[in-house]
């Protein structure tokens, strides 16, 4: 399949309005100023990178900094801006719709909003909001209500709930580690047993999440009785894979993460077609993607796999751009 097919449910937008709200409270996103977008300037990247669609999402920290009526107002404007987009190009776009969280009445009002009215693909939720993770009791009626609508939720890090190291930009680790937290969130409190109609797709390789599946095996086997645990230890063969399968549950996107070192451990435990590609653009330059692309394209993998991870496996998840 040509590279020109991909489809991209990583990718970033900047609407104007909200840039300049940004710079006026001071914020530089995962430690790195706020990048410059325009939709002709993104789609003169995706044509260069062979990019056929960009699934667009606003990135971390979202519209919440504690007034209610303020980030539903943002959430508003971010989400018409970017269905004015999508309608322009719908063949070139898409977008997941921002929501309010840790507002969850103002999310629930924005969700319905966003995919009945401005036909959204679907929603982008922050790993951490106001560090509440995704798995957090107060947040079910918004998961009962996606569950119900088999949406696609696109998962982006955000800054963890806790001070920053000086010298090492948060998008480096701390990224990572909000993903993996959101993660193992959603495992512990039942919700991937509960809401299996959510297309959960993480960034960035799920973070650490494959790396360290077996320490998430380890707790959750801690979480069962002594009779349980014993049974998992002596019948390890069939035991393992039954208890990591949840992780399949999850979609996993490419971004910044397709080396030989990190593509191992995704794809030992994720779920062929649930491996979809990401650029993470604007906010990863054009340059660092290439390079991220040509590591990708060198990858030893069956054409198959490499044309689902392209495009294949994001026809299924958003059918209307199949073909």
Same mark, same amino acid.
């Given at each position: 399949?040509? &590279?020109?097919? $991909?489809i991209?449910?990583?990718?970033?937008?900047? +609407?104007? &309005?909200?840039?300049?709200?940004?710079?006026?409270?001071?914020? $530089?996103?995962?430690?790195?100023?706020?990048p410059?977008?325009? #939709?002709?300037?993104?789609?003169?990247f995706m044509d260069?990178?062979?990019?056929?669609?960009?699934?667009?999402?606003?990135?971390?920290?979202?519209?919440?900094?504690?007034?209610?009526?303020?980030?539903?107002?943002?959430a508003?404007?971010?989400?018409?801006?970017?269905?004015? !987009?999508?309608?322009?190009?719908?063949?070139?776009?898409?977008?997941?719709?921002?929501?309010?969280? +840790?507002d969850?009445? @103002?999310?629930?009002?924005?969700?319905?909003?966003?995919?009945d009215?401005?036909?959204?693909?679907?929603?982008?939720?922050?790993?951490?909001?106001?560090? $509440?993770?995704l798995?957090?009791?107060?947040?079910?009626?918004?998961?009962?209500?996606?569950?119900?609508?088999?949406?696609?939720?696109? !998962?982006?890090?955000?800054?963890?709930?806790?001070?920053?190291?000086? @010298?090492?930009?948060?998008?480096?680790?701390?990224?990572?580690?909000?993903?993996?937290?959101?993660?193992?969130?959603?495992i512990?409190?039942?919700?991937?047993?509960?809401?299996p109609?959510?297309?959960?797709?993480?960034?960035?390789a799920?973070?650490?999440?494959?790396?360290?599946?077996?320490?998430?095996?380890?707790?959750?086997?801690?979480?069962?009785?002594?009779?349980?645990?014993?049974?998992?230890?002596?019948?390890?063969?069939?035991?393992?894979?039954?208890?990591?399968?949840?992780?399949?549950?999850?979609?996993?996107?490419?971004?910044?993460?397709?080396?030989?070192?990190?593509?191992?451990?995704?794809?030992?435990? #994720?779920?062929?077609?649930?491996?979809?590609y990401?650029?993470?653009?604007?906010?990863?330059?054009?340059?660092?993607?290439?390079?991220?692309?040509?590591?990708?394209?060198?990858?030893?993998?069956?054409?198959?796999? &490499?044309?689902?991870?392209?495009?294949?496996?994001?026809?299924?998840?958003?059918?209307?751009?199949? @073909?």
């Open positions: 399949m040509s &590279r020109a097919q $991909r991209d449910t990583h990718q970033h937008l900047v +609407p104007p &309005r909200y840039a300049k709200w940004m710079q006026d409270k001071g914020i $530089r996103p995962g430690g790195i100023d706020l410059s977008w325009s #939709a002709p300037s993104a789609l003169k260069g990178h062979g990019i056929a669609t960009g699934i667009l999402s606003l990135s971390t920290p979202g519209v919440y900094f504690g007034d209610v009526p303020e980030a539903r107002r943002w508003r404007d971010v989400n018409e801006y970017a269905a004015e !987009v999508v309608a322009d190009r719908p063949d070139r776009f898409g977008f997941f719709a921002t929501l309010t969280l +840790p969850v009445e @103002g999310a629930l009002a924005e969700a319905e909003y966003a995919l009215t401005l036909h959204a693909d679907g929603i982008v939720l922050l790993a951490n909001n106001d560090g $509440r993770y798995g957090d009791p107060g947040f079910e009626p918004l998961l009962q209500f996606l569950h119900e609508r088999q949406a696609a939720v696109f !998962v982006h890090p955000g800054e963890l709930p806790g001070p920053e190291v000086p @010298g090492i930009p948060t998008f480096t680790a701390d990224f990572l580690l909000d993903t993996t937290r959101t993660a193992i969130s959603l512990l409190s039942g919700s991937m047993e509960k809401y109609g959510i297309k959960f797709i993480l960034a960035h799920g973070g650490f999440v494959p790396y360290i599946s077996y320490r998430i095996l380890l707790t959750m086997l801690n979480t069962k009785n002594k009779a349980q645990q014993a049974w998992a230890l002596l019948d390890q063969k069939h035991q393992v894979p039954k208890q990591l399968s949840v992780l399949r549950q999850f979609y996993y996107d490419i971004a910044l993460s397709a080396s030989p070192s990190a593509l191992p451990s995704l794809l030992e435990v #994720a779920d062929p077609d649930h491996i979809t990401g650029s993470d653009f604007p906010f990863a330059p054009a340059v660092a993607v290439g390079f991220m692309n040509k590591t990708f394209e060198r990858y030893p993998l069956d054409d198959g796999l &490499r044309a689902a991870i392209d495009r294949g496996n994001s026809e299924k998840l958003f059918p209307r751009l199949k @073909g």
